[in-house]
């Protein structure tokens, strides 16, 4: 499957932003999918998780109350809203899947190419 991350861009604090991730190539249904993030410097950090049937979601304790993951069921495409964004949110955010329910475990098989995200203070 190939994915492709899009929505990012430059915000204030306290602002939202909304990020789609769109599967190309393969069953889109049968993937978990995920969000991570990477600022410059820092290791990959684990942001939301959304199981293939959409029924179960995860978010990292960073994010938890401000991010909402969501899946489209009509289209192959996954969604992560952005509400109440700090400066500390601003990293490259990749999308990632896997036929496994990984939650926060980084061993997805496929990831996108990133899309950045910049929040200003």
């Known amino acids: 499957v190939q994915l492709q991350a899009s929505g990012g861009g430059l915000v204030q604090a306290g602002g939202s932003l909304r990020l789609s991730c769109t599967a190309s190539?393969?069953?889109?249904?049968?993937?978990?999918m995920a969000w991570f993030r990477q600022a410059p410097g820092q290791e990959r950090e684990f942001v939301a998780a959304i199981s293939w049937g959409g029924i179960s979601t995860y978010y990292g304790e960073n994010v938890k109350g401000r991010f909402t993951i969501s899946r489209d069921k009509a289209r192959p495409t996954v969604y992560l809203q952005m509400n109440s964004l700090k400066p500390d949110d601003t990293a490259v955010y990749y999308c990632?899947?896997?036929?496994?329910?990984?939650?926060?475990?980084?061993?997805?098989?496929?990831w996108g190419q990133g899309t950045q995200v910049t929040v200003s203070s």
């Open positions: 190539g393969s069953s889109f249904s049968s993937y978990a």
């Open positions: 990632a899947a896997d036929h496994l329910n990984l939650g926060e475990s980084d061993e997805y098989d496929y």
